[in-house]
């Protein structure tokens, strides 16, 4: 791994504490496709860049009815 940076990913409990709502509404946004998150595990992790990217409207989301694009 010479030569890479390190990926900042976030926690949903970190999430919902920047979010000002539960870790269970995360774990449910990742779910639905409203936050682009992954699981490690039985956890649902966010990377920093797409937190980013979503907030500057750069990033669009699928739901899972239809896959229909849209932004957080």
Not at 23 to 37: F, M, N, S
């Amino acid at each position: 791994m010479a030569g890479r940076t390190r990926e900042i990913i976030y926690s949903t409990e970190k999430l919902a504490r920047f979010f000002g709502v539960t870790k269970e509404t995360i774990q449910d946004w990742c779910k639905r496709g409203k936050l682009p998150g992954f699981k490690i595990g039985k956890e649902w992790k966010v990377r920093a860049k797409d937190i980013e990217r979503l907030i500057e409207g750069r990033v669009r989301v699928h739901t899972k009815e239809g896959n229909t694009p849209r932004l957080f």
